[in-house]
């Protein structure tokens, strides 16, 4: 992170020399800060206490000459590096000169700001924009607008959905601005699946999504139920029609939800209670469901026991 | 000649019992010997600014009575994700010892802590008459801890979770309140992702009559909020959730009404998603509200001011920068009383602005609000003019924190440093507590923060000055100061080993993106045993790498403790001599 640098003469001239001022080679003035690093640095003195007089008051406009400070070298320095600060100069925000005793030049990448200005754009969205930490918000704070830099436009808006120029989700039960991921779990399956419901509209979506989830396993049952149940494959071509064996599925399938089927999708809500899926209009189901589960139908009394 | 006029201790203690100030209590102490003693089997409250300064053993053998304790993690800098992960904080040992040792104990108040489920069981088991359980900023636990305090503390009067980051497992925890639970008095639940269950949430309010402050979280729907006020319309303080649902004339006057129920309502806060026409629902009671917390609510000027030019007495508003200059005009016109404002960016990482708030906006404020006090402002342009108009018309301030998005932003106007401007401010401001500097800056406005910053105590620094001069002239010329926190400054390790003494009247100093040496922080750390030097950095031991190498991260702080043990891979804490020299004796 640090690099050794090759002074210009300039930087030399502006070097804090302990010895009597004159032309020194760069090694001796490294050695002799090598030496000072050894005695203590505590009794560094460099700092005399300067205190600026009344008469130099902050006033409008622009910088103040510095008159109060004694005429070290050092001020010199301070006035040269005001003076090279002005004239925007740049340096590499990294370098550190060897010499620590060399106070180090603003580096001053100037950026101006005005909306009207010759944008050095790139500097300008890197500084502030992958800036670790700045501006100094919590991060909940962040992301409150939209992206879009358009204000909000007014008016009553009829549905808590739909609200123009909001990224974040308006489910108040789900801070991020993406999905709305609920668990969903189906009996026998260890394994549980997440579903995002925010991505569907209707209830007839979600089921063919939770068909999707689950086909595999639901093909299985369905087989192994089917075979128990049918003992040849006289509704059944074993070997072959892709389509047939399809619309058996989704025949099985789309009795999810209709209740006619084998199995049911029921929901837990807001309030901790299990609901079936359908009762409410579906925005309503969204703003509480909290996580899904497909049960058997034949669980359903059992279902129904627990509750009481 | 020398005479013993001593009262009995009872007396003393009696006396001391009506002394509350921290800092005269322990100047109580100081007086000799035997008031130290008494001082000490009386002190209730103890407040820790730095929970790595002194150890749990030492605080509670010092104190055996204590009753509430107040603890500050990690430095303020941790907010905006400056301090790695992991670096520290635990409260888990100070819970552990006051479990064991201070069964009294009433009342915990931590600050950017890390906090475990396990600590929190512990609480709830270990103090029968705990009270009041304050979690600001801090992190580490679930819900469940919460159920296990919900469950546990017959007497709870408070629990507050105030920006926590709450790993939120089941609304259920609400319910493990027993029926029998009555004496609530200030929920905060603000920071929380999931829903509570609201019916548990309404038979809690309907049983506890001492409720004063309610802060509900987002989740909570707004059409279930006329239902939940009903129960408490005591409420002083109220945090709403999101502000919109789907527009109907009933949902609006039930919400009209349960406001106005709550006669004793003066501060509000929440509004999450507002909906513009739910606004006018708090009108009615706009003219009690003293507190208005506004920071999430993304609506417009013309809202906003219909709004807050209602709330004459309003003392303290948060507001997003939607409130441009006109807004603030407005609110300078109507809220003679304002003693806090603070006002946050909509977009921060926008490369333009998209708003019309300029520094007219706080120009205005200052100009129309005599008792201001504390200003927090984030803006896209800043004048040298503005900020000497500012200091001119509010020499009252304590609190300055201005920040202008852009790093090193000179004055629009002149294009010169706003060194200047800033000088006025500390210049005037004679009791200005706490600073926070931004825009273009030169060694020059710490010359000016040293020559006039007499009562500083915090002061926080970005992207400014120019030498070592500038950290100098702060270090050596602001006399109360006690939290200084730098990032990316060119300071280095002369005005820090210059200084190296002020280090120990200070809590802690933060540096981060500057330029102090390995050697210098080894140094400082080998001549300072009251000092924990620790150096943060990632990339690895700075053993490997040369001496005069910057570290990543400085943060040092005064500790009677030693270093502590905690520390993770990230950080060293530079060794002292005396336990180097037992080093070299083994």
């Keep these: ?79 040269k590096a005001k003076a090279s600060f002005l004239q925007l100069q740049s340096c590499p925000k990294n370098m550190i000169v060897i010499g620590k005793d060399v106070p180090k030049l603003c580096c001053v990448e100037n ?17 502030s924009g992958s800036v670790v930490g700045w501006p100094p918000i919590r991060s909940f704070r962040r992301n409150i607008a939209s992206g879009s830099t358009s204000k909000l436009p007014s008016g009553s808006h009829q549905h808590q959905h739909v609200v123009p120029g909001k990224v974040a989700s308006t489910e108040p039960s789900h801070n991020s601005c993406k999905g709305l991921f609920v668990k969903i779990n189906m009996d026998g399956v260890p394994i549980g699946r997440k579903v995002d419901i925010n991505a569907y509209d209707s209830y007839e979506q979600l089921s063919s999504a939770v068909d999707e989830l689950f086909r595999g396993l639901l093909l299985e049952m369905n087989l192994s139920h089917i075979a128990s149940s049918h003992c040849c494959s006289g509704q059944r071509d074993s070997c072959g029609d892709g389509n047939q064996k399809k619309q058996e599925e989704e025949k099985a ?56 | 000649m020398a005479y013993t006029f001593s009262f009995p201790e009872e007396v003393l203690e009696h006396v001391f019992s009506f002394i509350e100030s921290e800092k005269d209590r322990s100047a109580i102490s100081l007086v000799c010997k035997s008031w130290y003693e008494i001082e000490r089997w009386c002190r209730r409250r103890v407040f820790v600014g730095n929970c790595y300064a002194v150890s749990p053993v030492m605080v509670i053998k010092r104190f055996p009575e204590l009753r509430s304790i107040a603890l500050k993690g990690k430095p303020h800098f941790a907010d905006f994700n400056l301090v790695p992960e992991g670096w520290g904080g635990y409260v888990c040992p100070w819970i552990a010892a006051m479990a064991c ?73 609400l319910s493990h309140f027993p029926d029998s639970y009555t004496s ?67 949902v609006f006057s039930n919400l009209e009404a349960a406001f106005s129920g709550c006669k004793q309502l003066k501060s509000l806060s929440g509004f999450w998603d507002v909906l513009p026409s739910y606004l006018p629902a708090v009108y009615p009671i706009c003219s009690r509200l003293t507190s208005l917390n506004l920071s999430y609510a993304t609506i417009q000027t013309y809202d906003l001011i219909k709004l807050i030019s209602q709330c004459r007495n309003l003392l303290r508003l948060w507001v997003l920068d939607y409130i441009e200059d006109a807004g603030l005009y407005a609110l300078a016109a109507s809220c003679k009383d304002l003693r806090e404002l603070r006002v946050f960016p909509s977009d921060p990482f926008g490369l333009d602005p998209n708003v019309a708030l300029t520094e007219q906006g706080l120009v205005s404020v200052s100009e129309g609000c005599p008792k201001l006090q504390s200003v927090l402002y984030f803006c896209r342009q800043m004048s040298n003019a503005a900020l000497y108009t500012i200091a001119r018309n509010r020499p009252n301030l304590t609190r300055f924190r201005l920040c202008i998005i852009e790093p090193r932003t000179p ?128 990339r690895g031991p700075p053993d490997s790498r040369p001496i005069s190498c910057p570290v990543e991260k400085l943060y040092i702080y005064r500790s009677i403790a030693g270093p502590r043990l905690d520390m993770p891979g990230f950080v060293w804490t530079m060794e002292d001599d005396s336990s180097l020299r037992l080093e070299s004796s083994r």
């Design chain 2, 101 to 173: 040792a201070l069964p009294c104990l009433e009342e915990i108040r931590l600050k950017r802590m890390v906090i475990t489920d396990e600590s929190l069981e512990l609480v709830a088991k270990s103090f029968k008459n705990f009270k009041v359980l304050v979690l600001t900023s801090c992190e580490g636990f679930t819900t469940d801890g919460l159920a296990a305090i919900a469950a546990n503390c017959r007497n709870l009067k408070e629990l507050d979770l105030q920006e926590s980051e709450v790993e939120d497992l089941s609304g259920h925890w």
């Design chain 2, 411 to 538: 004055d629009y106007i002149t294009r010169e440093p706003l060194d200047s401007g800033f000088g006025a401010i500390v210049e005037h401001c004679k009791d200005l507590q706490r600073l926070s500097l931004s825009g273009l800056l030169t060694d020059r406005v710490f010359e000016y923060i040293g020559t006039y910053g007499k009562k500083l105590e915090m002061l926080s620094v970005a992207f400014a000055g120019e030498s070592d001069l500038g950290l100098h002239h702060v270090l050596s010329g602001c006399d109360n100061l006690r939290k200084l926190e730098i990032r990316d400054c060119p300071f280095g390790d002369k005005a820090l080993l210059a200084n190296a003494a002020k280090l120990e009247t200070m809590r802690s100093l933060w540096m981060s993106s500057c330029s102090v040496s390995y050697g210098a922080c080894k140094l400082l750390g080998q001549k300072m045993p009251r000092l924990n030097v620790e150096v943060i950095d990632e």
């Design chain 2, 184 to 250: 609530l008095v200030s929920l905060n639940i603000s920071c929380l992702g999931n829903e509570v269950s609201l019916s548990a949430l309404e038979r809690l309010l309907g049983r506890c009559p001492n409720l004063q402050t309610l802060r509900l979280n987002r989740a909570v729907p707004l059409d279930r909020l006329p239902n939940l006020l009903s129960r408490c319309p005591q409420l002083v303080e109220l945090g709403t959730g999101v502000y919109s649902t789907e527009l109907r004339p009933e």
């Design chain 1, 1 to 79: 992170m640090w690099q050794r640098s090759h002074k210009s003469s300039e930087e030399r001239k502006l070097e804090l020399r302990l010895g009597p001022p004159g032309e020194e080679s760069l090694n001796e003035s490294i050695k002799k800060c090598n030496r000072e690093r050894n005695e203590s640095p505590l009794t560094l003195g460099y700092f005399s206490t300067q205190k600026i007089s009344s008469s130099d008051k902050p006033g409008p406009g622009g910088v103040m000459l510095s008159s109060a400070w004694p005429s070290t070298s050092y001020h010199q320095h301070q006035a």
């Design chain 1, 253 to 308: 399938n789309t009795g999810l939800l209709v209740g006619s089927g084998e199995y049911t999708l029921v929901y837990e809500d807001n309030e901790g209670d299990r609901m079936l899926v359908g009762d409410v209009p579906w925005h309503m189901f969204v703003s509480t469901v909290k996580r899904l589960r497909v049960l058997k139908r034949s669980d359903l009394p059992a279902f129904t026991r627990e509750l009481t």
């Design chain 1, 111 to 127: 950026k101006t700001f005005s909306p009207s200005s010759e944008n050095t754009t790139v500097s300008k969205r890197t500084a």
